[in-house]
């Protein structure tokens, strides 16, 4: 097949600081919950959309989720104290919701989702989608410590190759305002 011409770190790029702040402030508390979940802790759709509740460890000196992973891998990841505070108000305002933490049990129903709250907060979606949340993560955990092995162990990547793509984001700008 022919090569795609777009650059890799071009395809899907992260969301900025100042749009991420504007997400939150247009968002409802579930889609707070996946904005965080993406933007801050680096899951995938996938990863969001199967989290279950009992998956959710909120106490403790180190709040985190176990997700189900690629390649069918259950892995911890640690939260943010925002991501912990939104799943916190979630999951209390629907606690006879059954086992799964997001009414949005789809990828397209998140990917739905986030195309309307990106409207409604007049941010861009296109090229970006949902998958720009996990590299605002990768982009934001690089430009604060400019170390691959924490980007890679951040993102749960195999390697530190698949985690280069972080750098071009913070070195071609992509994330204008970097004050995190």
């Known amino acids: 097949g022919a090569s795609d011409p777009t650059p890799r770190w071009e395809k899907r790029a992260p969301y900025t600081k100042a749009e991420i702040d504007t997400l939150l402030q247009h968002a409802?508390?579930?889609?707070r919950v996946y904005v965080l979940?993406?933007?801050?802790?680096?899951?995938?759709?996938?990863?969001?959309?199967?989290l279950r509740r009992d998956d959710?460890?909120?106490n403790g000196e180190q709040p985190r989720i176990t997700i189900l992973g690629k390649g069918g891998r259950r892995q911890s990841v640690g939260l943010s104290r925002r991501a912990e505070q939104a799943l916190k108000i979630w999951l209390a305002a629907?606690?006879?919701?059954?086992?799964?933490?997001?009414?949005?049990?789809?990828r397209s129903g998140i990917r739905d989702s986030l195309v309307r709250l990106c409207r409604r907060a007049g941010v861009k979606y296109e090229g970006r989608e949902v998958h720009g949340l996990r590299h605002t993560a990768g982009t934001r955990m690089?430009?604060?410590?400019?170390?691959?092995?924490?980007?890679?162990?951040?993102?749960?990547?195999?390697?530190?190759?698949?985690?280069?793509?972080?750098?071009q984001?913070?070195?071609?700008?992509?994330?204008?305002?970097?004050?995190w």
Not at 37 to 50: T, V
Not at 142 to 159: F, I, N, P, Q
Request: aromatic letters at 8%; proline letters at 4%; hydrophobic letters at 30%.
């Open 28 to 31: 409802d508390p579930q889609e």
């Open 37 to 50: 979940l993406g933007a801050d802790c680096g899951l995938r759709n996938s990863e969001m959309s199967s």
């Open 56 to 58: 959710v460890h909120l």
């Open 94 to 106: 629907t606690p006879d919701f059954g086992p799964w933490v997001l009414r949005l049990r789809s």
């Open 142 to 167: 690089y430009s604060e410590t400019t170390d691959l092995l924490a980007v890679r162990d951040h993102l749960r990547h195999s390697s530190t190759e698949t985690s280069e793509i972080y750098v």
């Open 169 to 179: 984001y913070a070195s071609k700008g992509k994330m204008l305002n970097r004050d």
